[in-house]
């Protein structure tokens, strides 16, 4: 499906982003896993900037976009004793103040100091009866430079819905936007336990409603039995793949775990990345995760266990499941589970064999069934659906996402934007590692265990080296830029 990079508006000038009051099923259950602090689901966008902006300026910018989108003003809200489901409702007291932050880096200091930062920002949690949200300025770049250290929870949205948004909200021009739209702050009447009532019965009678349609469905295929039976068995096994940890073991190296986050980012050119892998048949993405299994693979080395040819890593890729009728913004997505080919060495086999594997996962008819499964778990206690949440995801060596970006410059409040690196949560595994493509560059950011990572500074060099061979598919590509650890 193509994604169309900027949210429509309504007619008094919002964006028509993650509109809905309820939570899917989906975003629910991470909620609620949230009841285990290592399943906690922030996400980190640190946006480095060529000046400063005006303060008051990126005050009064952050108070329209949290005009613009009414999302930036609500809270989670707990259903009535703790029952159903959470939703979406207005907060009474939202503060800009508290949401807007101000801090500068230490003279000397550069992008690694700025990491530091954000790492200790990300691992604090964001306060639950406030809407998901906080924003940090920081001064005192090399040069004059700053960033945007821009925090929020998973819930409000994955990484496609973040690219709308931001595609939404960020300035095509240096110079302030005379004709953009005012509207008013978002109102609406306060919640009623009347109102609460009414909103889980219809939530739940939404649930019972799909199981419903799914047995008349499934009686309507008796027409043809022996088909209906074919395809029914399919998906169950196809479901059983899906909602299961690869058979991969996970690699020694990084076997243990923590609630400590290390980032660290890298710069890959766009155009060279596509091109090696289409130089195989591959795609810019088959290329990326062939990249990152380089780098695993270097790093397993070195810490003493090397891997044979056909050693295989557990790794989770995010697919988008998003369809024309789900508005912008939330969640739609659901978990490619791979026995990843770490153990090649030769990177144009690896990104055929990554490619390979990839069709088979997407082509799984059950891909969505993770929808479904998490409606109906979002309504166990917490600690429960957190104990399944972290069975799912702990045996995961690598997450891997990659998210479209801004390709055409951007600006926030004057300054524009240089680089843009999402740091998105570890839920468990020992790394999660995104892509966002701003402009020319592949933005590569990796949320690592520091448990698991005990040498951050040698994996950064292996991450140099893993798409270095890869980019060395096509002549005169053998080049990452600077990394900025």
Not at 47 to 70: H, K, M, Q, Y
Not at 268 to 289: E, I, M, T, W
Not at 433 to 449: E, F, P, R, Y
Request: net charge neutral; with cysteine.
């Amino acid at each position: 499906m193509s994604l169309d990079p900027t949210p429509p508006r309504s007619d008094d000038g919002r964006l028509l982003w993650s509109r809905s009051e309820e939570l899917t099923g989906f975003e629910a259950l991470m909620w609620r896993v949230e009841a285990d602090p290592r399943m906690r689901s922030t996400v980190v966008i640190v946006e480095i900037l060529d000046l400063e902006p005006d303060w008051d300026r990126f005050l009064a910018a952050t108070d329209w976009a949290s005009r613009v989108v009414p999302r930036f003003r609500e809270r989670i809200v707990t259903p009535f004793l703790g029952a159903g489901t959470p939703h979406w409702a207005l907060d009474p007291d939202f503060d800009l103040h508290y949401h807007v932050r101000r801090l500068r880096l230490p003279d000397g200091e550069d992008r690694a100091g700025l990491l530091t930062l954000a790492e200790q920002i990300a691992m604090t949690p964001l306060d639950p009866s406030r809407p998901l949200w906080e924003a940090t300025l920081v001064g005192g770049l090399p040069d004059g430079g700053a960033a945007l250290v821009f925090k929020l929870s998973h819930v409000l949205s994955d990484g496609m819905g973040l690219a709308q948004l931001l595609a939404g909200l960020h300035s095509r021009s240096r110079a302030p936007m005379t004709d953009k739209p005012q509207p008013p702050p978002p109102s609406g009447p306060p919640a009623t336990l009347g109102h609460e009532v009414v909103r889980q019965v219809r939530s739940d009678l939404g649930l019972v409603g799909g199981a419903v349609r799914g047995v008349v469905g499934a009686a309507a295929s008796l027409i043809r039995p022996d088909r209906a039976v074919r395809d029914a068995v399919a998906y169950v096994v196809s479901a059983r793949r899906v909602l299961s940890p690869p058979p991969a073991p996970p690699l020694p190296a990084l076997e243990l775990r923590s609630p400590s986050w290390r980032f660290r980012t890298i710069d890959v050119p766009f155009a060279d990345l596509r091109a090696a892998g289409k130089s195989v048949g591959g795609s810019v993405n088959d290329a990326y995760v062939a990249g990152l299994l380089g780098a695993f693979r270097r790093y397993s080395q070195r810490r003493g266990d090397p891997l044979p040819p056909d050693r295989l890593m557990p790794v989770t890729l995010p697919v988008s499941i998003r369809r024309e009728e789900h508005e912008p913004g939330g969640n739609h997505f659901a978990p490619a589970r791979l026995s990843a080919p770490v153990g090649i060495v030769d990177p144009a086999a690896r990104v055929v064999d990554v490619r390979r594997r990839m069709k088979i996962a997407l082509g799984e008819p059950a891909l969505e069934s993770v929808e479904i499964v998490s409606a109906w778990l979002a309504r166990l206690p917490g600690p429960v659906v957190a104990g399944f949440g972290g069975g799912a995801t702990k045996s995961n060596d690598l997450q891997a996402s990659n998210i479209p970006g801004l390709r055409e410059d951007a600006f926030l409040a004057g300054a524009r934007i240089v680089r843009s690196y999402p740091f998105a949560p570890l839920p468990g595994c020992a790394a999660m590692i995104a892509m966002v493509t701003h402009g020319q560059t592949c933005c590569v950011a990796a949320n690592l265990d520091a448990a698991s990572f005990t040498d951050l500074p040698g994996f950064e060099q292996d991450l140099a080296d893993g798409f270095a061979e890869v980019l060395a598919l096509v002549p005169g590509t053998t080049r990452t830029e600077e990394r900025t650890s």
